[in-house]
């Protein structure tokens, strides 16, 4: 596809993921009744269900966010006990974060209610059309990550 062709397509792409994130995010602090999580505490839980044990910057550079920002998310999913600092052998001033049990079960039945939902999406989507997409916006993320747009 031509360049400008190609940007004028990517931006239907940004047009539709705003809206998207924001309507998640609702559904997630719907559901912060239930748990009792907040949407950044949820997105540290997942990175350390997914990842294990990180280091709060390792965090912030992940979600492209402030390293205070994920701390205050630690201190919170702390405060609840789904997380816990231990000692990191590879650096002794920034400790790991790693989850808890009860952290544990907490993201696993986020992630148990949010499959149920994601399985309503239907519209014969196939495995195809899912990796099209993933590939798409892993592609624009690569591109942010790595170019000034001053």
Same mark, same amino acid.
């Given at each position: 596809m031509p360049p400008d062709e190609?940007?004028? =397509?990517?931006?239907?792409v940004f047009d539709l993921v705003g809206p998207l994130y924001r309507r998640v995010q609702r559904k997630v602090e719907q559901g912060e009744a239930v748990e009792g999580l907040s949407v950044g505490v949820r997105a540290v839980l997942d990175l350390l269900h997914?990842? @294990? #044990?990180? $280091?709060? #910057?390792?965090?912030g550079r992940a979600q492209a966010i402030s390293r205070q920002f994920v701390q205050r998310m630690v201190n919170d999913a702390a405060g609840h @006990?789904?997380?816990?600092?231990? /000692?990191? /052998?590879?650096h002794?001033?920034?400790?790991?974060? =790693?989850?808890?049990? /009860? !952290?544990r079960a907490v993201i696993a039945s986020v992630l148990a209610r949010e499959h149920l939902l994601l399985r309503q999406v !239907?519209? !014969?989507? $196939?495995?195809?059309?899912v990796r099209a997409c993933v590939q798409v916006l892993g592609r624009m993320l690569d591109l942010f990550d790595h170019v000034d747009v001053n």
């Open positions: 190609l940007g004028h =397509r990517l931006t239907e997914k990842n @294990g #044990p990180l $280091t709060v #910057p390792q965090m @006990g789904w997380v816990e600092s231990v /000692p990191n /052998p590879a002794q001033r920034s400790s790991l974060i =790693r989850l808890t049990e /009860p !952290g !239907g519209g !014969g989507l $196939t495995d195809a059309d």
